[in-house]
């Protein structure tokens, strides 16, 4: 057994199913500022319920998430000491202001808003979950940069007297083209899971309350003000991921030229191209290795746009790439240039590639299918928004039908799991750099970690997570299915001695 192998593994497997909870946490908390902010000006009962509703779901996502989040920052420690070691003075850095700044302001006012409702006054508490939605996305913020230094490490130097790297520019971690191009595209991409889960949800119970009768038609008050809030919830949600998708596409086009111009070697892998090429492909079969084409749908000349911003221009392939590295023992972005630890860090760098035998490329097949799952996921997810909202048109409400529940469950898997898959196509796009350019995965595992426990402990996290995997669809869903709660209005600002409550 590969100790460096089981511990990619493990972080691999531990970070993806993390990473299942983030963007929910991230654009939910903002979506339910909105519908609180809603019912504060128009004290319209049926947005305090989508408020209380949507908060349950996002509190239960939120505390899930924290507990799978701490992990990931020990493992660090535990299977990636020479990493820590090297680069420790930089990528520390993001992640204490992490814990100490974004986590502490999270933590805080998701607690003041928890235990606030009949307390503090309503614009106060309002303001708790503002402050909690900003809380996670300075979180993602520091998290971004951190992971956008490992793509294109800047404002950094090699010092050969502590054989570590040191920061020289703490402004170039925020200033990074990837961190720029990468912290937009993540947050398009969180709210159109959040935009889908809301739509997903509403359609789901309007079609529970309306059975395919248009709103004109109910005849009971509860059922036509209960009808109508999840009418109103539906289209927003709708709206929310319809607009987020078009975020993500001017973005993606954005990352897409930033990429190729840090990490040339990663465009050529997402395109299977091992040759230069300006042909977009939508679809190859190649050889079982995946270096030679057998069938293949492609769009000619769109790949130099998508990589250079201009249609037909052309990309360096793996070969050529591969080439140059490794005569060079070194690494190079699209214009020849290196990053300052790159360059400094060149001649270290030509023994680990020369003793390790690093091979200077990532796995293909996984780029490239990671890649191509993101997009098609993506569109999907954008196109079922546009059917709910046609759906709804004209009075129209949804029949409850089983194949309808089946559907809607998979609306917001769908741009849940492209967010997955496109962070298994960065993180796997990378390799075999764990710093691009600068320090092989190989050379960063834990000399003093035996293959046998980080199996251990893989095997430990992996049934630890099944388990939190339960208690977290279980939850959701017995929550969900309860529907909207019933409200009653405190009116904190003229009973100051009411007694603290729990808001659910």
């Not at 999840?230 to 987020?244: D, H, N, P, S």
């Not at 191209?273 to 995946?290: H, M, P, R, V, W």
Request: contains cysteine; charged residues 15%.
């Amino acid at each position: 057994m590969d100790a460096q192998l089981i511990a990619r593994w493990q972080f691999g497997i531990t970070t993806v199913y993390h990473f299942l909870f983030v963007p929910i946490t991230i654009a939910l908390s903002m979506l339910v500022a909105v519908l609180q902010t809603i019912w504060y000006k128009t004290s319209n009962d049926g947005y305090l319920k989508l408020t209380k509703f949507f908060g349950n779901l996002f509190l239960i996502n939120f505390a899930l998430g924290v507990v799978t989040g701490i992990v990931q920052e020990f493992q660090f420690g535990m299977n990636w000491s020479e990493y820590s070691r090297f680069v420790g003075d930089i990528f520390g850095a993001p992640l204490a202001l992490e814990a100490l700044l974004a986590f502490f302001m999270e933590s805080t006012f998701i607690g003041l808003w928890i235990f606030g409702w009949d307390k503090l006054p309503k614009l106060a508490h309002l303001a708790c979950m503002y402050l909690t939605a900003i809380g996670t996305m300075v979180s993602a913020v520091f998290i971004l940069a951190a992971n956008s230094w490992m793509q294109n490490p800047v404002g950094a130097k090699y010092n050969p007297v502590t054989r570590r790297a040191e920061l020289t520019d703490f402004g170039a971690l925020f200033t990074n083209p990837v961190f720029k191009a990468t912290i937009f595209h993540q947050l398009a991409a969180s709210y159109m899971v959040a935009g889908a889960l809301v739509a997903a949800i509403a359609f789901w119970h309007l079609s529970r309350v309306a059975r395919g009768r248009r709103t004109s038609q109910l005849s009971d008050a509860v059922e036509v003000e209960e009808a109508r809030t999840w009418r109103w919830a539906t289209k927003f949600g709708a709206w929310v991921l319809i607009i987020a998708g078009l975020g993500i596409v001017v973005s993606g086009d954005y990352q897409g030229k930033v990429m190729t111009d840090a990490q040339p070697m990663k465009m050529a892998a997402a395109e299977g191209a091992y040759q230069e090429t300006s042909d977009f492909s939508i679809l190859t079969i190649g050889t079982l290795d995946g270096s030679e084409e057998v069938f293949a749908i492609k769009v000619p000349g769109m790949l130099g746009y998508l990589g250079n911003g201009k249609w037909g221009s052309t990309i360096k392939g793996i070969d050529d790439l591969k080439n140059v590295n490794l005569n060079q023992y070194t690494y190079r972005r699209k214009d020849g240039t290196q990053t300052e630890l790159q360059s400094s860090y060149q001649q270290v760098l030509r023994s680990h590639v020369a003793k390790d035998g690093v091979k200077l490329e990532p796995n293909i097949p996984v780029s490239y299918w990671t890649f191509r799952i993101m997009i098609t996921l993506g569109m999907i997810a954008i196109l079922a928004g546009l059917v709910m909202l046609v759906w709804l048109a004209k009075d129209r409400n949804p029949g409850h039908r089983r194949w309808l529940s089946v559907v809607l469950v998979l609306i917001p898997l769908m741009p849940l799991f492209a967010n997955s898959f496109g962070w298994i196509f960065t993180e796997m796009g990378r390799q075999p750099w764990i710093v691009a350019g600068v320090l092989p995965t190989l050379s960063a595992v834990s000399p003093g970690v035996s293959a046998g426990t980080v199996l251990f402990s893989t095997i430990l996290y992996t049934v630890l997570y099944g388990v939190l995997a339960v208690v977290e669809v279980g939850l959701f869903w017995k929550y969900m299915k309860k529907g909207l709660p019933d409200v009653a209005q405190a009116d904190s600002d003229q009973d100051e001695d009411a007694p603290l409550s729990y808001a659910y």
